[in-house]
């Protein structure tokens, strides 16, 4: 059960403060608090779900085309990691070490990412 007592469900509603980089219909990026290295940013779905498994499952082809449509232009256009690289995850559950149960993926990029899980 996604449960709204979560830290990007307070984000996604104005009850806590992000360094928003991009927002639209479907998803909302800002900034990593705890950056692992020079660019890390979220991008967060509107649904709630917690993780990838269930947004795909919960949401229709062509919702998840606009999530990760969206994943791509904050990647490339908005940041503008196109050129240098970037690298994207997301965690799913205790091995993973998910902290936040609402599904997001990371964008890291900016330098070379070796070395950097
Ligand atoms: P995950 O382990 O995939 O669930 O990642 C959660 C991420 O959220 C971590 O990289 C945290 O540093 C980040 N995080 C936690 N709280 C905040 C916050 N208030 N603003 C921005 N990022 C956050």
């Not at 990838?52 to 606009?66: D, H, R, T």
């Not at 993973?96 to 149960?101: H, I, L, R, S």
Request: proline content about 2%; charged content about 25%.
């Amino acid at each position: 059960m996604y449960d709204r007592n979560n830290i990007f469900y307070k984000i996604l509603h104005g009850e806590i403060p992000s360094k928003k980089v991009f927002e639209n219909d479907v998803a909302l990026a800002f900034y990593d608090i705890n950056p692992v290295c020079k660019v890390h940013v979220l991008v967060i779905c509107k649904r709630e779900c917690r993780n990838l498994e269930e947004f795909v499952q919960g949401s229709s082809a062509e919702e998840v085309k606009a999530y990760f449509e969206t994943l791509t232009k904050v990647a490339e256009d908005v940041l503008g990691l196109g050129r240098s690289g970037y690298r994207v995850l997301t965690n799913t559950g205790r091995d993973a070490g998910q902290e936040v149960e609402h599904f997001h993926m990371h964008i890291l990029g900016g330098e070379s990412l070796k070395g950097v899980l």
